[in-house]
């Protein structure tokens, strides 16, 4: 059977399937501990391929995206003298972090085309829009997502990030901030030939809480009273022992 | 040092939540204050989502008041009769406010509203503190004994109770009704009250500054609690780690605080107080007034 698809490719020039993505992680999960301060992911992988390496320019795309959650925009405005939250947009679906590192200039990478078709870039990301009929310019609500998210770190685009041996080996670094969300971060990889995706491959890293962290969590969820019993038995243990602590060095 | 705090979703700086809580428990133990009025605002600067803050703050405030009202126990400046009667009131504001939270909530604006009311109290509070306790320096320097009203309308009031520790013979509905409206606030606002409750009792009810400090503190715990245990099981909030690095900070400062303020004069403690209250209320006009880098906000849609 394989001897006959690679005959097969072999016959025919096309080299729409000609070369794959094979893929590595450094990690397929990420631990949040107490101590956690961001992590680096290592992605590396190659191009396999039957033939001999086809024409046109290699590019090799990676992106991570943290879990997709509604957002609401609000736009502030002069009222009376004091700026108020005036209109909102609600974004369904704006991943909480989102990178995209790349082997040489977006646009030289990714046709504008193939970006809209697999979602690539960042505002391509964000999903679905429900503007109330008396917003105008529903954009700008999109952009302001845009550059907030940015500047604080949380849209990266990593122009040049991938660095690429003999067109066949590949391997990038992304840091991941200190202040993620728990879920599973889908991770892409394409390969481009002039622009045209060629290949791609998914898979998620798992971001969870562990340990302490994990436990704590999952009691404020599930028994919210004990919860709250809990964090105010301690508030008053820490009261006592101050105010003993301090008559014991007064005496 | 980093710590990863699980409910904000955030990591900080483990020292800094113990400076901030230490710095803050000294002003609480100082003036009878919960502190939060300072500390929830600090705690959206270093980027802790707000409704964390808010809620985690109660449960901090609760640390630091228990601590603080041991120490006046001590010096016996609780009236806690009083404490109890302002308590009732507390608790049915307290419920109260959270019903109209949660309904201008649904409006959207429940920013704005929170801080138009810190502007509007902590100004009025500030200002009227700033000046008497201007005046009552001026007098003493002068000479002159300060009178205090010994007939206003509060006494003509029924249901006339004895309060020893304070020394007054009033009707209980002025203190009730103090209660109830600090309680209002204090939920709304996210905040333990003392910087309303505490001139209240001082200019409303004719309280002594010395008993003020430790029954505000008393019935800022009981308040607080029952705050604490409402975010902790409608809005899950609550988040225990943050709590526990500001409350370490927090009851060690607050035993401090309360040593410096029995050492100061009452006109001292009070007018230091006015200025730092103006001084926040300065700082939250400002940004309302002020024409923001950004004008757009992003907020968690959850629940439609």
Redesign the interface.
């Known amino acids: 059977m394989r001897t006959l698809f690679a005959l097969l490719l072999l016959i025919l020039p096309t080299a729409i399937t000609a070369e794959e993505v094979v893929l590595g992680l450094s990690q397929d999960e990420v631990a ?7 992590s680096e992911i290592f992605v590396f992988g190659a191009v396999k391929r039957e033939t001999t390496i086809p024409e046109g320019d290699l590019g090799v795309i990676v992106t991570i995206s943290g879990p997709p ?10 009222r009376f ?5 005036t209109e ?1 947009v ?1 974004i369904e679906a704006a991943p909480s972090y989102y990178a995209v590192a790349t082997s040489g200039p977006f646009d030289e990478v990714l046709s504008i085309r193939d970006n809209l078709q697999y979602k690539v870039s960042v505002p391509s990301m964000i999903e679905a829009i429900s503007a109330p009929t008396e917003v105008i310019d529903a954009s700008s ?1 999109v952009n ?2 845009l ?3 940015e500047r604080a770190g949380s849209f990266l685009l990593l122009e040049g990030a991938v660095v690429v041996d003999e067109q066949t080996l590949f391997r990038t670094r992304i840091q991941l901030p ?5 879920g599973a971060y889908a991770t892409r990889i394409f390969l481009t030939r002039d622009g045209v995706v060629i290949s791609d491959y998914e898979t998620s890293i798992d971001v969870r ?1 562990v340990g ?3 436990w ?2 999952s009691l ?2 599930e028994q ?2 004990v ?6 038995a ?3 243990f ?6 003993a602590a ?2 014991l060095l007064r005496n | 040092m980093q710590i990863y705090l699980p409910i904000a979703e955030v990591s900080v700086n483990a020292f800094l939540l113990l400076g901030l809580g230490g710095l803050v428990g000294i002003l609480s133990g100082m003036f009878g204050v919960g502190g939060g009025f300072l500390m929830t605002p600090l705690l959206f600067f270093i980027g802790i989502p707000p409704a964390v803050a808010v809620a985690t703050e109660a449960n901090q405030i609760v640390a630091s008041s228990f601590s603080g009202v041991l120490a006046h126990l001590k010096r016996k400046t609780v009236d806690l009769r009083m404490g109890c009667v302002l308590l009732v009131g507390g608790l049915i504001g307290a419920a109260l406010g959270v019903v109209l939270f949660n309904y201008l909530k649904s409006l959207g604006q429940v920013d704005l509203l929170v801080k138009l009311c810190y502007v509007l109290f902590l100004g009025i509070i500030g200002g009227l503190m700033f000046i008497e306790s201007l005046n009552a320096i001026r007098n003493t320097k002068k000479g002159k004994v300060p009178t205090r009203k010994k007939h206003n309308w509060i006494h003509k009031l029924p249901f006339k109770m004895r309060f020893r520790v304070s020394g007054l013979y009033i009707s209980v509905i002025p203190p009730v009704l103090v209660g109830l409206c600090v309680g209002v606030l204090a939920a709304i606002m996210g905040v333990g009250g003392g910087f309303i409750m505490v001139p209240a009792m001082i200019y409303l009810l004719g309280m002594p500054t010395k008993v003020v400090v430790g029954t505000s503190l008393f019935q800022i715990i009981f308040v607080t609690a029952f705050t604490t245990m409402l975010h902790a099981t409608t809005n899950f909030t609550v988040d225990i780690v943050l709590a526990v690095l500001l409350l370490v900070g927090g009851v060690v400062g607050a035993q401090i605080g309360t040593r410096i303020g029995v050492k100061m004069k009452a006109e001292q403690l009070r007018i230091l107080l006015a200025l730092m209250v103006l001084a926040v209320c300065g700082k939250l006009a400002f940004d309302l007034l002020v024409t923001p880098s950004e004008f757009f906000t992003i907020a968690a849609s959850g629940g439609h």
């Open positions: 949040i501990t107490t101590s956690f301060d961001g959650l509604p957002v609401t925009v609000r736009r502030k405005e002069r003298g004091i700026w108020v939250n909102g609600d609500y302001a997502l550059r907030i998210r200190s202040a993620l969300t728990e809480k302490l962290e994990r704590l969590f404020s969820r919210p009273m919860y709250g019993l809990m964090s105010l301690i508030a008053i820490a009261g006592w022992g101050a105010s301090f008559s």
